[in-house]
């Protein structure tokens, strides 16, 4: 593969390591946990740096390699490291770069729990926080410290899709020679590159699009050859959040239709979040490819598309708003997003429930949001699972039979 590849080549092609031994097409799947040295001065001189080869899978494994190689090349970073789960990416990024008496300033909305480890585990290792509101550039500025290490924010921000300023922020970290982090799970690499926009870490859960496929729980931090190295050997080594190699290779084979599943996600979404505002018991549709959403400035600039991810509120309690969601036949009722299945779950009382009910309002998730991941069906039938169970709101139907099937 040529390096100046197209993106959707690249998901198929880069970071390819050719089966020498027997030409498998696929990837081959090292499912190991050691591996064997010729001889003692083998061992020892990999145990030293001092010969390139594999050790054991907690430190690294073929299949793994092939995996950081690849998502690296899509996000045109120098290097990856893959993780046990997208938690793992964050903390991973988090730990290698803050020491207790560090400072580190987070956008105020977050996935839950990237907020439950900054605001409740970091806090116990004596790592200061400061929650901002990351649209606001002179807030951001304020909270810097003499100590302040590193700034931390996802966009479109899970679970509100609040779009934030990546050059606004880079420039800031930059100047104030902070280490920025971008939570990039929602985009991929196929509609968003942060490091165009100078963010010097790029994390994911990879148990969403990346994979795409609802069977794997992983996470991958990209970065410069240096930064990944010292994420690898000062704390995945210790830590010990390492991928399973099984994992790798489903993600793997995941990536390589990342770009068409991306373009459908997309399209699909784009359809439903137009039908979601068109409807008169829909009383907000927050999605970026909307002309009314505040960041629909940034398609084309700083992001490709708006991705696969709608929230919206609807009118009516949070009895209706249950039966609402209870109705729900196509989706399923279920955390998580970016699979082939379109899923629905409520924030508050799910993803976002490691926030109080205080620190969630202030931070703009709102009790009556709902989030969607719109899937790959036909649009038109996820359009009409939402119709079914919009027209039903209000018809004194909460005890409408719920059909999981
Ligand atoms: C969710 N999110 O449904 P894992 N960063 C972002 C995420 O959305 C997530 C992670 C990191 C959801 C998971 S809630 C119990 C289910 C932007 C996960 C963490 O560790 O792979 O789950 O990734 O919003």
Redesign the pocket.
């Known amino acids: 593969m040529k390096k100046n590849a197209h993106i959707d080549t690249k998901a198929i092609h880069a970071g390819r390591i050719n089966d020498e031994q027997f030409g498998s097409l696929a990837t081959p799947l090292y499912q190991t946990s050691t591996f064997i040295f010729d001889n003692a001065e083998q061992g020892a001189d990999r145990f030293a740096g001092e010969q390139e080869g594999f050790i054991y899978t907690r430190l690294g494994n073929p299949t793994t390699r092939q995996l950081e190689q690849r998502v690296a090349a899509l996000e045109g970073m120098e290097d990856a490291a893959a993780t046990a789960?997208?938690?793992?990416a964050?903390s991973a990024a988090l730990l290698a770069n803050l020491s207790a008496g560090d400072h580190l300033i987070s956008s105020k909305a977050v996935?839950?729990?990237?907020y439950a480890l900054m605001a409740h585990q970091l806090t116990r290792f004596g790592v200061e926080v400061t929650f901002v509101d990351m649209n606001n550039e002179a807030e951001i500025v304020a909270a810097i410290k003499e100590n302040t290490k590193v700034i931390f924010l996802?966009t479109p921000i899970?679970?509100n899709l609040v779009v934030l300023d990546l050059e606004m922020i880079g420039n800031i970290a930059k100047q104030h020679q902070l280490i920025s982090i971008v939570?990039n799970?929602?985009l991929t690499p196929i509609l968003q590159r942060p490091i165009e926009f100078g963010i010097d870490i790029v994390i994911h859960?990879?148990?969403?699009y990346l994979n795409g496929h609802g069977d794997v729980?992983?996470?991958i931090v990209c970065g410069t050859t240096e930064m990944i190295t010292h994420i690898k050997l000062t704390v995945l080594k210790d830590i010990g959040a390492t991928i399973s190699p099984h994992d790798a290779w489903l993600i793997l084979r995941g990536l390589k239709t990342l770009p068409i599943r991306m373009e459908r996600h997309c399209s699909n979404a784009q359809k439903v979040a137009e039908y979601l505002e068109g409807h008169p018991m829909v009383t907000a549709v927050y999605y970026p490819g909307l002309a009314s959403h505040s960041g629909h400035k940034f398609i084309g600039k700083q992001m490709q598309a708006a991705g696969g991810v709608i929230a919206f509120e609807i009118k009516g309690d949070i009895h209706q708003g249950s039966a609402f969601i209870n109705r729900m036949q196509l989706f399923s009722i279920a955390?998580?997003?970016g699979d082939a299945e379109s899923l629905i779950?409520h924030p508050a009382s799910?993803?976002h429930s490691p926030y109080s009910q205080e620190e969630r309002l202030d931070a703009g998730i709102s009790d009556s949001l709902i989030r969607i991941s719109v899937g790959l069906e036909n649009a038109d039938d996820i359009i009409n699972d939402l119709d079914n169970s919009l027209n039903l709101i209000g018809h004194n139907n909460t005890d409408t039979v719920v059909n999981f099937s």
């Open positions: 789960t997208g938690m793992g964050v996935y839950g729990c990237s996802e899970n679970p939570d799970t929602f859960s990879a148990t969403k729980v992983a996470g955390v998580s997003l779950q799910m993803t």
